[in-house]
């Protein structure tokens, strides 16, 4: 009987690692960056892009993306959102230690010395501000084969659900929202769309619970998605939908493009 139990406890255990592995985890860094700055911090993000290319070609992350902000913040605030994507919780909160970046960079420069690649990590963090990082969780997503590529374009709105209707809302999202995105993207609407779950912070002072990104392949099938009208919906799913709309908040909408992605 033990030696079931111990079965069946390592059993439970792998189904729980696999389906962590199925995951994203993705680590959200909204960047701002002086005006006068602007060419020291767009040159060393294409420097980035190489160590995190070897970052993936080890298995360290899952990938990389680099966005433009094109609205929805005040420019003062940040203009570039970046987004790291893991294949786990742990590995996503214990990030890139100094020492590892060090160590892809020398992968991928090697010509540069270590003295040299420190150097460039320290002008760079003089160039820009981590104005916020946000850790995420996947938790449902769109059946879809949307590649991402530069001059992509991504809506982040962010959600706080209303306090006591934290499940409520999740409910809504996947079994009525994520229908009619489904739907946008077989129409030729629209690219991706994916709900996130906030991993840190927690408690009801927290800013925002939740943010869904949806991705499209340019401006031209934003604005045809935007135009469309879901004739097709009866009053129950009219009212499903209504019902989900108020068990949230949505804080921002920022629309960005991407410059710079790495999978």
Known sequence: MKKLSIFLFTGIMAIFVAKAQESNYLVFEFIKVESNQTYDFIEFKDFMEKIYVAAVNDKKIKGWDFWALQSGADP???QYITVTYFDNPVNMMKGFQDEEMVKYAMVAYP???EKQVVEKFN?????RDLAQRAYMQEITRTRDNFYLKKGSLASFDIMKAVEGKFQEYEKAEKEIFQKIHQSRIEKGLMGSWSLLRTALPFGSEAKYTHLTMNMFRDYLQFFNAQEYE?????AEQRAAMEKGLKAREQKYIY?????NSVR
């Open 230 to 234: 879901d004739m097709e919906s009866t």
């Open 111 to 113: 010509h540069l010395t």
């Open 123 to 127: 002008a760079a963090i003089q160039s």
């Open 76 to 78: 003062g605030e940040f």
């Open 255 to 259: 629309l960005a493009t991407l410059e």
